[in-house]
């Protein structure tokens, strides 16, 4: 099997990220949400959701990293947009969950 194009990581560590909520939803949440969303749109060969523990951050979280494989960027997505510092990883550029999760898969697939 080839490699997704995307690796959604979400951050479902209990000490931190669990606690913290993104529009009524935490990080379990957003890990339920997304993989419904790539199997109803039935994106399984493209798309990848990785459960994982702390991903630094959970300041601006919960917190989701999107790995596009297709270009090689790396997108940040938390509670803040723009320029945040987070231990370990120094300045980032931090995206804004979306309120619709089937947007920020949309939006990180190739030729969106």
């Not at 209990?14 to 009524?24: I, K, T, V």
């Given at each position: 099997m080839a490699r997704p194009d995307l690796?959604?990581?979400v951050c479902v560590d209990?000490?931190?990220?669990?606690?913290?909520?993104?529009?009524?939803r935490n990080?379990?949440?957003?890990?339920e949400e997304l993989q419904?969303?790539?199997?109803e749109a039935q994106l399984?060969?493209?798309v990848q959701v990785t459960p994982c523990r702390c991903i630094f951050g959970c300041t601006y979280g919960p917190r989701i990293?999107?790995?596009r494989?297709?270009?090689?960027?790396k997108r940040l997505y938390g509670?803040?947009?723009?320029?945040?510092?987070?231990?370990?990883?120094?300045?980032?550029?931090?995206?804004?969950?979306p309120a619709d999760l089937a947007e920020l898969v949309r939006d990180n697939l190739p030729g969106a």
């Open positions: 690796n959604i990581i209990p000490r931190s990220c669990l606690s913290h909520y993104s529009q009524g990080g379990k949440d957003l890990l419904d969303v790539v199997a399984q060969d493209h990293d999107v790995a494989r297709w270009d090689g960027d509670t803040s947009q723009g320029q945040v510092t987070i231990s370990r990883r120094g300045r980032v550029n931090m995206h804004r969950l």
